[in-house]
Nanobody, 114 residues
Framework: VQLQASGGGSVQAGGSLRLSCTAS????????FGWYRQAPGKQRELVAF???????NYADFVLGRFTISRDNLENTMYLQMNSLKFEDTAVYYC?????????WGKGTQVTVSA
């Protein structure tokens, strides 16, 4: 199973970025697609996840700013990030849970300048 994340980059505070993550490698079904992030010196934390039925869950610190979505036919997940803040700077990782197995991508860097 491979997870390919893209869309990271550098942006000024208040700007937007859109991350995507595509899963490949024979996954029969993706139960949960999720985004996590890890800032330097901090633990990895959940940003948002979306289940196979389309239900979503967001961390409080992104509510109203980030939107997660998925394309089940393409096994792709998106994270639209608006009103970015300096504290959103981190490496963003995508995660897939499929039949109880958890898979991680390599991460994509998001840098927000104040």
């Amino acid at each position: 199973v491979q997870l390919q994340a893209s869309g990271g980059g550098s942006v000024q505070a208040g700007g937007s970025l859109r991350l995507s993550c595509t899963a490949s490698g024979g996954l029969l079904s993706i139960n949960v697609f999720g985004w996590y992030r890890q800032a330097p010196g901090k633990q990895r934390e959940l940003v948002a996840f979306i289940a196979s039925d389309g239900s979503t869950n967001y961390a409080d610190f992104v509510l109203g700013r980030f939107t997660i979505s998925r394309d089940n036919l393409e096994n792709t997940m998106y994270l639209q990030m608006n009103s970015l803040k300096f504290e959103d700077t981190a490496v963003y990782y995508c995660n897939v849970i499929s039949y109880g197995m958890s898979y991680w991508g390599k991460g994509t860097q998001v840098t927000v300048s104040a």
